[in-house]
């Protein structure tokens, strides 16, 4: 059983926009505030790769060059939700989406790999197409 769901991916033409979700499951226990939480993407035939980050103290967000000025992440803390909004798509952001919460400590970019992240979503496709 998944312990963080995504939800919010779908086909949307370049230039678009999507926000994509994260919630803890109701039985894993998580308060996402209080853990490190990043979104990573895979496309097809690619490694999984960070996207964005929350450090463990919550105090920075940190993006992929790739996304930097496109992407944005936030969180509900009422909700115990983390979002992504992705903005002017491109095609080559066409990956499966997946949030992923690190136990241990994230205090930079360089400690935003999939080795770091302790428990992963499913994942949300997004397509991005003309």
């Known amino acids: 059983q998944a312990h963080l769901v995504e939800s919010g991916g779908g086909l949307v033409h370049p230039g678009g926009s999507l926000r994509l979700s994260c919630a803890a499951s109701e039985t894993s226990g998580f308060d996402l505030k209080r853990n490190a939480i990043g979104w990573f993407r895979q496309a097809p035939g690619k490694g999984r790769e960070g996207v964005a980050a929350f450090s463990s103290n919550g105090r920075n967000t940190f993006y992929a060059d790739s996304v930097k000025g496109r992407f944005i992440m936030s969180r509900d803390n009422v909700e115990n939700t983390v979002y992504l909004q992705m903005n002017n798509l491109e095609a080559e952001d066409t990956a499966k989406y997946h949030c992923?919460?690190?136990?241990?400590?994230?205090?930079?970019?360089?400690?935003?790999?999939?080795?770091?992240?302790?428990?992963w979503g499913q994942g949300t496709q997004v397509t991005v197409s003309p």
């Open positions: 992923a919460l690190a136990m241990g400590d994230i205090s930079s970019w360089a400690d935003v790999h999939t080795d770091e992240y302790d428990y």
